[in-house]
């Protein structure tokens, strides 16, 4: 049974920035395609950002430029750098694979709010 673990969320001031970390176990890691997904009230988990196994990266328009993926297979860690947040990046922001596993984790809170 894969375990995500999600952590580094928070309250930011717009224009502000944050590092959101994911330690996946009970899965074969570094062969899997990952992405962060986020969910802000009252709509749909959406992917925002993927990192493929062999780090190749794509972005959803709405945080192109401003939100960086990365990944360190040796600690089975994938990590969200976002910048120049905007209240409009308030969301519970998730990792999973891409496709997602059943299983989610908790997420993290990311407020954006001055």
């Known amino acids: 049974q894969v375990q995500l673990v999600e952590s580094g969320g928070g309250l930011v001031q717009p224009g502000g920035s944050l590092k959101l970390s994911c330690t996946v176990s009970?899965?074969?890691?570094?062969?899997?395609?990952m992405g962060w997904y986020r969910q802000a009230p009252r709509k749909q988990r959406d992917l925002v950002a993927v990192?493929?196994?062999?780090?190749?990266?794509e972005y959803a328009d709405s945080v192109k430029g401003r939100f960086t993926i990365s990944r360190d297979n040796a600690k089975n860690t994938i990590y969200l750098q976002m910048n120049s947040l905007k209240p409009e990046d308030t969301a519970v922001y998730y990792c999973?694979?891409?496709?997602?596993?059943?299983?989610w984790g908790q997420g993290t809170q990311v407020t954006v709010s001055s």
């Open positions: 990192i493929g196994s062999g780090s190749s990266t």
């Open positions: 009970g899965s074969i890691f570094s062969s899997y395609a």
């Open positions: 999973n694979r891409k496709p997602p596993f059943n299983d």
